[in-house]
Antibody, heavy 116, light 110 residues
Framework: VQLVQSGAEIKKPGESLTISCVGS????????ISWVRQMPGKGLEWMGR????????NYSPSFQGHVTISADKSIGTAYLQWTTLKASDTAMYFC??????????WGQGTLVTVSS | QSILTQPPSASGTPGQTVTISCSGS????????VNWYRQLPGTAPKLLIY???QRPSGVPDRFSASKSGTSASLAISGLQSEDEAGYFC???????????FGGGTILTVL
């Protein structure tokens, strides 16, 4: 089982960004994918999750409206998208798979830096 | 976003037993299984304990966990220098309909 995330990004405030998470070694449609934020030196924050089998999504209220989660089950890939980045979006972002149990396999993380 | 409450730091000497606490509410820790992760700097969290007390393959039995009401704890016995890491608790939150994580505890082995 592997979740492989796209590489680090450096963006300016106001720009858009999509990062990806490719799952392999398991049935991608049988597990939820959650996205988790970790700001520098801080704890983990759950952002939202998607069921790749039907693209059902639910967001944390803290992130609703600021990010978009999606997935393409045909290529086993989940996405996290911003249309308007802010400096406060600077963080490490992880994807992780889970079912009725907690997230067991995690991506390696994508570092997003937003700076003018 | 509300988080589960953990002490920011903990420490111990080699061979000692260290306990890390995690406090939540009736919608998360009080109602659902508590899980624990270990994280080394710059890497992804690794599942250490799930469903209160289960250890994934490869996790030594020096790591144990317990829960009472809306509080949980992780115990590390026979402390080793390699145990230095960040430790996070996590539980499903029924109000959030998502995962609630603790703020994390940095463990130092003196």
């Amino acid at each position: 089982v592997q979740l492989v995330q796209s590489g680090a990004e450096i963006k300016k405030p106001g720009e858009s960004l999509t990062i990806s998470c490719v799952g392999s070694g398991y049935n991608f449609m049988k597990y939820w994918i959650s996205w988790v934020r970790q700001m520098p030196g801080k704890g983990l924050e759950w952002m939202g999750r998607i069921d790749p089998s039907d693209s059902y999504i639910n967001y944390s209220p803290s992130f609703q409206g600021h990010v978009t989660i999606s997935a393409d089950k045909s290529i086993g890939t989940a996405y996290l998208q911003w249309t308007t980045l802010k400096a406060s979006d600077t963080a490490m972002y992880f994807c992780a798979r889970h079912s009725n149990y907690p997230p067991d396999y995690w991506g390696q993380g994508t570092l997003v830096t937003v700076s003018s | 976003q509300s988080i589960l409450t953990q002490p920011p730091s903990a420490s111990g000497t080699p061979g000692q037993t260290v306990t890390i606490s995690c406090s939540g509410s009736s919608s998360n820790v009080g109602r659902n299984a508590v899980n624990w992760y270990r994280q080394l700097p710059g890497t992804a969290p690794k599942l250490l304990i799930y469903s209160h007390i289960q250890r994934p393959s490869g996790v030594p039995d020096r790591f144990s966990a317990s829960k009472s009401g809306t509080s949980a704890s992780l115990a590390i016995s026979g402390l080793q220098s390699e145990d230095e890491a960040g430790y996070f608790c996590a539980a499903w939150d029924d109000s959030l309909n998502g995962w609630m994580f603790g703020g994390g505890t940095i463990l130092t082995v003196l």
